[in-house]
């Protein structure tokens, strides 16, 4: 079988393991298998359920660590189902972001195989960065090699050609209202729980976020639920809303907005708000060291194998956390083309897989140069 091929059916296995967030143990133990049965007799499962193959790590405190998440954005706790239709390979997850996990898997393979005295090296098919995983595997990679990683590479994007150069940090918060209530006619004038919210929402809705060229700062209020009946007064609603923002600045002054109206909310007669931190992603530092010949170590491999011009634009990855603590990092896609991200419809070119096997060997090779 060539690799080509041996990367299709790994491919096809892996996407079937379901993998929700924060319950990624089947995929870690098929992972850390298959690790151990192509060369890379020391990797393990971590506590946060990262499988983390090091090389040369020993001993080292200049690690560049190289990450593709196992988790998908679906509950689903059976198999998938994986269609190969002749020219793509159909199944929820496939290409965010099993993909770009596989050609990862792959070329750690080759680089075992190289046999080369490689120093600070560390493949990691990495736990919980969708949604309210919280980037919870990537925290606990930085917190159990705490100073000792130089350089951070995640390979999650559908496409091979974009350069994430800026983490977007947000906050999410279940804002919780509770009131007297009643009935609608007879205790008229007691206050509404959703009333509450929706004074909250219109404070939120009436902020100016701020305006800074190439940068961008946004909120949202994405759920609302709660009451009993249309005739009675809501004693009881709740909602889920976040802000982010691609700018320290614009994360701050959205963040200190948050908590003015929340106070305000709080302050009110005859009502409770209960605030929850449901989750948060930080945004990175400006001016970090490292990370212009990062970026250029990546354009440069991008526009010699993949023959087109990187773009570039800010994103929500598990590079929030290095470039919130000052560590060079970079995301892009290494998985072949692929589209549906987060739908049931998504899907991986498998032709595709080809070039992403050649840019993620090529990229690698560059690294440990």
């Known amino acids: 079988m060539t690799k080509y091929e041996e990367t299709i059916e790994l491919l096809k296995t892996l996407a079937a393991i379901p993998a929700p967030s924060h319950h990624e143990e089947k995929r870690a133990e098929f992972c850390l298998d298959w690790f151990k049965k192509n060369g890379g007799e020391n990797a393990y499962i971590d506590e946060a359920l ?14 560049t660590v190289i990450e593709a998440h196992t988790d998908v954005v679906f509950p689903d706790t059976e198999p998938f189902e994986v269609i190969d239709d002749g020219e793509k390979l159909h199944c929820p997850g496939i290409g965010d972001d099993t993909a770009n996990l596989v050609v990862m898997m792959m070329t750690a393979r080759d680089i075992l195989a190289e046999n080369k005295d490689i120093k600070g090296l560390m493949f990691v098919c990495n736990s919980c960065e969708e949604g309210l995983g919280n980037l919870k ?22 496409v091979m050609n974009r350069i994430v150069d800026r983490a977007v940090g947000s906050e999410r918060f279940k804002v919780t209202a ?35 060229e190439s940068r961008k700062t946004t909120y949202n209020v994405g759920e609302i639920c709660g009451g009993t009946s249309v005739n009675t007064i809501a004693q009881e609603a709740s909602m889920l809303i976040e802000f982010r923002s691609d700018d320290e600045d614009g994360y701050n002054f959205m963040k200190a907005e948050f908590e003015r109206i929340f106070d305000k909310a709080n302050s009110a007669d005859n009502v409770e708000i209960e605030i929850e931190l449901i989750g948060k992603r ?5 001016n970090i060291k490292g990370l212009d010949e990062l970026m250029k170590l990546t354009a ?17 990855t598990d590079c929030n956390i290095p470039l919130s603590l000052g560590v060079p990092a970079v995301c892009f896609g290494v998985g072949g083309i692929h589209a549906g ?27 440990i140069k």
Request: glycine share 10%; aromatic share 8%; net charge negative.
């Open 282 to 286: 930080p945004s990175g530092k400006d």
């Open 341 to 367: 991200s987060h739908t049931r419809e998504e899907w991986v070119n498998k032709e595709s897989l080809k070039l992403g096997l050649e840019l993620c060997l090529e990229y690698i090779h560059r690294l």
């Open 50 to 63: 990262n499988v983390i193959l090091p090389i040369g790590c020993d001993g080292c405190n200049e690690i």
């Open 178 to 212: 509770r009131t007297e209530g009643g009935h609608s006619f007879g205790r008229f004038g007691n206050r509404n729980a959703i009333e509450a919210l929706a004074q909250i929402i219109c404070d939120i809705y009436a902020v100016e976020v701020p305006k800074k």
């Open 137 to 158: 595997g990537t925290k606990q990679i930085f917190k159990d090699f705490e100073g000792r990683i130089a350089r951070f590479v995640s390979f999650d994007s559908s």
């Open 300 to 316: 440069d491999t991008i526009r010699d194998v993949v023959k087109l011009e990187p773009s570039y634009g800010s994103s929500s």
